[in-house]
């Protein structure tokens, strides 16, 4: 099972007590997966479609208890792709079919206005902060999907109008959060990428084992991430001291087949017979091995002087 459908089968076990956050639930899920069949003499049902059984049995559950109506589901096999099942909830009775399309603003309550359909969240669904969460939860089960958070961070929702999805980002935003819209195709979809804001939208929307786990990923990513800093900074240390010692070898080198390293001042001798007997050292190292012991600059100071007493000799060969 992906993560995406882990955190909806955790949504959809989620019990709504509030008419109001039923509603607002039920308006979402409708908006982002609902479809309306006109039939003659203006009768029309209304349906809903699902890969999910736990979401197919939200609808009907919430469905059945707003409006205590026959509803049917009916299982189809997916032909395409992973052959998957299809859960489709359908409301026969074209006057009950009506009432929630009204109910959730989405047509007129005056004329019916089903050719003029409104995609606007009303105001009375999202007046409450648990009617908010209840309508973001809604469009998640409805049309959302995340990422595998062991490869990605990024949560989205897929709505086919541009004004609803400016609502729900502006809902989703009113917490706090920074989604953004980018249009798809024919979609427009709203999603969030940071990793952080990905952890409080599934807290807001009630995902708390999801939760969970994503944090522990994120605190697994995050040591893993420090580690793998941590070894690239030790590797390019100990390559610049590697690379460092074995230029000053070869000066020394130098200096020692032209003159001697006995001709040398007592301080650079001393240097540079350490760096020959301990050439894995650092600059710090061989400091700490002189008498009396020199600090890091000094050293460098002194390895300088050799390697311009080695080019100049090296230049007179």
């Known amino acids: ?71 049917k589901v009916i299982v189809r096999r997916n032909r395409q792709l992973k052959k ?40 009375r669904f999202i007046e409450d902060r648990c009617c908010k969460r209840a309508y973001i939860r809604g469009s998640f089960l409805g049309g959302g999907s995340m990422s595998n958070p062991e490869k990605t961070y990024h949560l989205e929702f897929v709505t086919n109008n541009e004004e609803h999805s400016e609502d729900l980002s502006n809902i989703i935003n009113s917490f706090g959060l920074n989604s953004k819209i980018v249009s798809r195709k024919d979609n427009f979809i709203v999603y969030l990428k940071e990793g ?23 605190v697994l990513k995050d040591v893993r991430n420090n580690i793998n800093r941590i070894v690239n900074c030790e590797t390019a240390n100990l390559s610049k001291t590697i690379n460092a010692s074995m230029r000053q070898v070869g000066h020394i080198e130098t200096i020692q087949r032209h003159m001697g390293l006995h001709k040398l001042p007592p301080n650079l001798r001393e240097v540079a017979e350490i760096r020959l007997n301990n050439r894995d050292a650092t600059l710090k190292e061989i400091g700490m091995m002189l008498d009396p012991p020199v600090g890091k600059s000094g050293v460098n100071h002194r390895f300088r002087k050799i390697e311009e007493l080695a080019e100049e000799l090296g230049g007179k060969e």
């Open 1 to 71: 099972m992906s993560f995406s459908s882990s955190v909806k089968n955790e949504l959809s076990r989620i019990p709504v007590i509030e008419p109001c956050c039923k509603l607002a639930e039920i308006a979402a899920i409708i908006r982002m997966c609902g479809t309306i069949q006109i039939k003659r003499m203006g009768s029309l049902n209304l349906s809903l479609v699902t890969e999910n059984a736990a979401i197919a049995r939200r609808i009907f559950t919430i469905l059945k208890e707003m409006y205590d109506e026959d509803i």
């Open 196 to 218: 952080e804001q990905i952890a409080d939208i599934l807290n807001i929307m009630g995902a708390h084992q999801a939760l969970l786990k994503l944090e522990n990923i994120r």
């Open 84 to 123: 998957n099942n299809n859960y489709l909830i359908i409301v026969n009775n074209s006057n009950i079919s009506k009432k929630v399309l009204m109910d959730i603003g989405f047509i007129d309550r005056e004329d019916g206005g089903i050719l003029n359909p409104s995609y606007k969240i009303q105001e």
